[in-house]
Every structure is written in C-alpha cells, then in structure tokens.
C-alpha cells in the first residue's frame, strides 16, 4: 500500500513560496502586491512530508522569496534560493535528476498568478495569452513569467521519467481588492512584458509545439487552471477556476498568520486521510471547506483523480458529490447539508442522495449510510438538502462527506397554469394568419368565463392542482401542463413550454361538461407520465447497468405462437437511432440480464394513445423470469400508429407492475384495488393507482433500491 513508511521515502518534491515581489510595480504601472502566507505555505509543506510522511529533507528543494521587513522589495533569501524564473526551471530538472524511476513527485507553489501577451505566437496565435507562475523579480528588467507553456513542458519531461507527478498551484490569474483580512493571490491586467534578449526557452519551439498540441487536443473546451491544461499524466491541484479568487488568509485568529486557502485545507485533510483514500476524497473536503469560507473560490481538480494519495494505484471509481456544508435552520431546527450538485446536473427538487463518511471506501453498501439527504432548494450548480438520520440514528454529516444519488424523486401532483392570451388588434387581423397568443376579439370575450370553469372544476381531484404563475420550465416543483383557448374555442393542453401534446383530440368550450373532461384528462396525464418518469438511478446498486435492452428487428410473416426467429431473420432497422415498424408488424426485442441473480422482468408499452399496457408477459402472468447471465428474445405486435415508448422493468422478488396500467386517454381509469403488499416497492406503485395520491412525491429512495431496476426505449409505428 502507498502509506507503508518505506514507500513514503520514495518522495521528491519541489516547493515554490513567494511572499516579496521586487520592486512590485511593472513598466506599465500594474504590480503584484507582496503577500504574507506563501512562504509560511511551503514550510508547513515541508513539515508535513519531513515529519508525517517520513521524507529525507535531502529530496525535498525549496524556493522562497520572504519578505525582508526592512525593505519589503528585497527578500531576505540569498540569490541562488530566490524563485526566479532560470531558478524554477532549474529545480525542476534537478528534481527530475533526483528522483528514482517510478516515484512520487510533489511539486507546490505559493504566489502569484499571472497573464500576459503570448510569447508564443507561432503556437497559439498573435493575440492569445500567457498564463502562468509569477517570479519574485518580476518588476526587475530581468523579471519573467514561468508561461503555461514553460511549465506544461517541464512537467511531461517528469512524466516521460516515469515518475509519478502531482501539482498543487495555489495560486489565481485574477486580482481585485479585497475587504478585510484577506488578499488575493493574482494580478490585474495583461501584461505585455516581452521576452528579454539572452532569456532562453525551456525546450526548442518544436517541442513546445507539439506539448501545447497534446495538451489542447485532450481539452477541446479550453479548461485551464492557473494556465496549465489538464493532462491525464499527473494530477493537478488548482485553487480556483480561471477568473476566479484563490485567497490566503489569517486561519490562525491568534496568531495572524496567513495561509493560501487551499493549502491551509489541504494539509488539514491530509492530516485526517485514511489508508486508500484517493485524491478525489481529499478534493471533496478541501473543496467543501474553501467553497463554505469563499464563496469565490472554487477549487480544480484534474487527471487521475482517482488515484491512491502518494500512490501509484489507482481505485476503482465512485460517482458521488460532496457534501459543502452543513447547518442547522435557525428558524426549524432542521439539520440541512450544501451537496454540490444541481441544476447543471439535471438535478430537481425532491432527488434524494444517501450520504456516506468521506472515509467510507464502499459507497454499495447501506449499512455505512449515514443519513439521506433530499433537495429542498435546487441551485445551478449546489443543492440545499434536509437531513434525514437512517434509522432514527443520530445525525452525524460533516464537510466533505459524500453523496449518492439514490432517487431522483417523481412527481405524483403536477400543476397546471390557465394561459390567458390577448385579443387581436385591427393590425393582427389584416395579417395573413394571427401572430401566436393572440385571439379573435369573439372569442377572446368567452376566454375569462371558459378558464374560470376550469379552475372551478379542478379542486378534489388529487393530482392536479392550479398554479399561480408559470415557473422555469426545467423546474420540477413548476408548471407541468398548460391549458389555454384557441381560435376554434376548443381547450388545448399543452406540456410546460408551451407545445400542444399531440394525440389528444380537441374539446370544445360548449361541449356537455367540457371542463370536468379536461381535468380527467389532466389526471390521465399526470398519472401517464408519473409512470413514465419511474426510474432507479441508485448507481451503487449490483442491478445498476445489469438489464441490458435492444430492438433486434421486425418481421412481417411471424405470427402469435410461432417460435422466435434468430435475428439473422429478420429485418434490419433502417435507421438504428430511430427504430421504426410497420403497422401489423411485430418487433422483437432482446433482454438480457447481466446480474449475478435471476431477475423477474415485465415490459410495459407506454403507447401514442396515453395507454399503457404491459406487453410481456400477457393476462395471468406478471412476469417472466431472465435466469443470471441469460437473455429472452419477446415479439411485440405493432398494432398502432404513433411513437411508444417501452419500459422495462425488473426485480430481484416477485412483483407486480399491473398496477401501472392505463387505459387510452378519455376511457374511465379503474383501480385495480389493493389486495396485499407483497413488497415496498409494490407499495410505491400502488400509489400511482390511486384515485388521491399518498403523498406528492413518489420516492424510490424509500424502496429497495439494490433489488430492481429499469430501462426504456423507444419505437415508431409507421403505416
């Protein structure tokens, strides 16, 4: 393992603080503020990997620049210790000469960051720029920038050693003022400083070529941190995403003394590390604890971030998003947990995460679950979440532990918002057709009597309610259904942006109860898609991945009871991406089940006519069962036109799915009834046959989440 102590020894590192910066102003005016922490970062570094990590101090080299309070534009090190430019670039080929052939490099930097006019136009173009690590003599004539360029190159001559890299850059590319005790490590502006004569490039214009080439090819989107472009080679540890802050500060309220941000975190959590923890653990609390301090500063990780902490393995990955902070409501009492996960993530409110120590290795299993955490308040990118104990156990969520998606969460009551559209203008009507939303003045009169009847008539039936006003039309907890008048005065129903749903023939205002069949075909509607929506997205489950579902082909000769054809009897699809089949067709579609466990599968058809059936096995059976390993081959007859979505599902127990069953829109819904529960997962279903919903949300969090799952996919009818 990485953490025996005779491992630890094979160490190198190289470690780059800068507190002076000489003489501080720039030609231009601009300047790079000393600093107060960086070198104070560096020697806490070192004390860490001499004292905690075991590493000889004769492998360890160390470049500072402290600043002399005498005269703050002269550091107190002696010039060969300075990190200059020629110095850094020197340290790092010498640390490359030092170290032994697969050993762990440790490279950190404490400054500046900076940008400046590209000195390599050649390679990235007249007008690009320079991103890269500030120089103690930057203000001196002699002062230059360790490039982007610089430092991608050195770095893959480490990597070409075969030497194992990692990469801590505390530092930022953008400068600002700050309010209280706080600075910011970054600079203001781009500076145009060119290249001094007799200042050489780290390697030939070729090799720098090809190294940017790499580089940006593995990055299409340009992502950067610090000016270093993401390489799979090493990891790379960044404070901050680009044009945003990396802070030091006074952790220390005693003492005053300053450190990065990032670094005071990092050796907080490498102190608490647990043997195989990966570099993604450590980011996940580091990344907790800045983003709660510094809202403005978000932390990069990069490469193998699943990588063993100063290891060489690599563990298996696990999908989960930290847990940023945790709090009590003042007003509830409620214990709420920050997960860093949300909109950007197709996340929506009610998604339930089951919630795991930082220092749990087996995210499988749910005995080292330590609460459930579900989205109350969805953000872009982070979610609040209340806090649940498992079992009735006792809270214990921390910064930087991690979370699992279990269930994504389905709506049962959905809204609907009364569109009330404008009357034409004398200018509307003279045009060839009605601009859209706007209704001929006769109809425009009955528009406020026809949707007064609507909201009469929607009250008492259980899963459909009004919504006041329309809500983002990503948003879960908004606008599911739009109703409105058109210029025939028929209702139309609309899904959330607007659009007719289509199938769904029109109704007329003076039709005989019109009002009372449009909130039935609302309750049609949420009841369909609750069904349609019904997933398990818990990743740590054995199921998870294992039902493996594709259209084999159609047949225009087969017919009930035949036996199955082989697919080199059938015919192909003529386009893969969108299967089609004629009407009175059959198409034949393949199970398999990959699991360790026989699984009970059933196969529901979600048709163009609102109606779902299920399709296999037909009336008497509930489900069929896939043996461990094995796959069944099911013909289904196309028997009307339109798109059918299919739904597969399957359990580890017995179960029954019938309970989803609909008919076409307009016809009477019966319920089925309740005769038992064989399970809770069946219990769930149930709800959906219910004339009143139990409860708002149908949550898979509360079902055996490891015993079953689905997949769906979809197929054309054509004539």
């Not at 080929?93 to 170290?99: D, N, Q, S, V």
């Not at 945003?244 to 975190?265: P, Q, S």
């Not at 699809?573 to 299967?579: G, I, Y």
Request: charged share 25%; with cysteine; proline share 6%.
């Amino acid at each position: 393992m990485a953490d025996k102590p005779e491992q630890t020894l094979n160490i190198y590192a190289l470690l780059i603080g800068i507190d002076c910066y000489m003489p501080n102003v720039l030609p231009d005016g601009s300047r790079y503020k000393n600093l107060g922490g960086c070198v104070r970062d560096v020697n806490h570094v070192e004390a860490f990997l001499v004292d905690e990590r075991k590493v000889p101090k004769a492998q360890i080299l160390k470049l500072t620049a402290s600043v002399n309070p005498n005269e703050p534009t002269k550091p107190l090190e002696s010039p060969e210790k300075l990190p200059t430019r020629q110095n850094m670039i020197d340290s790092f080929r010498k640390l490359g000469e030092m170290a032994t052939e697969k050993a762990q490099v440790y490279i950190h930097y404490s400054g500046h960051g900076g940008r400046a006019k590209t000195v390599f136009p050649s390679i990235k173009g007249e007008d690009e720029i320079d991103e890269g690590l500030v120089p103690t003599d930057i203000g001196t004539l002699e002062g230059q920038y360790l490039r982007d360029l610089d430092l991608a190159t050195l770095l893959k001559e480490l990597v070409n050693k075969q030497l194992t890299v990692t990469v801590v850059l505390d530092c930022c590319n953008s400068g600002g003022a700050t309010r209280g005790d706080v600075e910011i490590r970054g600079g203001e502006g781009i500076d145009e400083k060119p290249l001094q004569p007799g200042q050489e490039l780290v390697a030939p214009l070729e090799t720098l070529a090809a190294t940017w080439r790499s580089l940006t090819e593995q990055t299409a989107r340009g992502l950067k941190a610090s000016g270093l472009r993401v390489a799979r080679d090493y990891v790379l540890l960044a404070a901050c995403r680009l044009n945003e802050y990396a802070y030091e500060y006074a952790f220390n309220r005693e003492t005053k003394e300053r450190n990065g941000a990032l670094t005071y975190w990092l050796l907080d959590t490498l102190r608490q590390q647990n043997p195989g923890q990966t570099y993604q653990d450590l980011f996940d609390r580091i990344n907790a604890k800045i983003h709660s301090q510094f809202p403005q500063q978000t932390p990069i990780l990069m490469g193998e971030e699943n990588r063993i902490i100063f290891g060489n393995e690599l563990a298996e990955r696990v999908y989960a998003v930290p847990v940023l902070k945790v709090e009590k409501n003042a007003e509830t009492g409620e214990m709420q947990a920050v997960l860093g996960v949300g909109q950007a993530n197709g996340m929506s409110k009610g998604a339930e995460f089951a919630i795991y120590p930082r220092t749990t290795r087996d995210l499988t299993k749910k005995e080292n679950r330590v609460a459930i955490a579900r989205i109350i308040q969805r953000g872009a990118t982070d979610s609040l979440c209340k806090l649940e104990p498992i079992n009735g156990e006792k809270l214990n969520v921390e910064d930087g532990d991690r979370a699992v998606l279990v269930s994504p969460s389905v709506n049962l009551v959905r809204k609907v918002y009364l569109i009330a559209q404008e009357a034409a203008s004398a200018e509307d009507l003279a045009k060839p057709s009605l601009p859209p939303n706007k209704l001929l003045p006769e109809i425009f009169k009955q528009q406020e009597k026809s949707l007064e009847a609507i909201k009469n008539a929607l009250p008492g039936n259980g899963w459909v309610e009004l919504a006041e006003e329309v809500v983002a039309a990503d948003d879960d907890e908004g606008v599911a259904y739009q109703l409105l008048l058109n210029n025939k005065e028929e209702y139309e129903i609309c899904d959330r942006t607007g659009h007719p749903f289509a199938g769904i023939p029109p109704i007329k205002t003076s039709d005989p109860d019109a009002a009372p069949r449009v909130v039935k075909r609302l309750v049609h509607l949420a009841k369909y898609h609750a069904t349609a929506e019904l997933d398990n997205t818990d990743k740590d489950s054995p199921l998870a991945g294992k039902l493996i579902v594709e259209w084999l082909g159609t047949s225009d000769i087969y017919q009930l009871g035949d036996k199955t054809p082989p697919p080199s009897q059938l015919k192909p699809f003529a386009d893969t991406r969108k299967p089609s089949v004629k009407l009175g067709d059959y198409v034949f579609l393949s199970i398999q089940n990959d699991s360790f466990q026989a699984l009970n599968v059933a196969v529901l058809d979600l048709a163009s006519d609102w109606s779902i059936e299920q399709i296999s096995p037909g009336k008497g059976e509930n489900f069929i069962t896939i043996e461990a390993g094995k796959k069944e081959s099911i013909g289904i007859p196309a028997t009307s036109e339109g798109e059918d979505v299919v739904k597969i599902l399957a359990t580890v127990g017995p179960i029954n799915f019938r309970w989803l069953e609909l008919p076409s829109l307009d016809e009477d819904i019966q319920s089925k009834g309740l005769s038992r529960l064989g399970n809770p997962l069946e219990a769930l279903l149930v709800a959906i046959d219910k004339e009143q919903p139990p409860t708002r949300k149908l949550s898979v969090a509360r079902s055996p989440s490891r015993e079953w799952t689905t997949k769906q996919i979809s197929l054309t009818i054509t004539k």
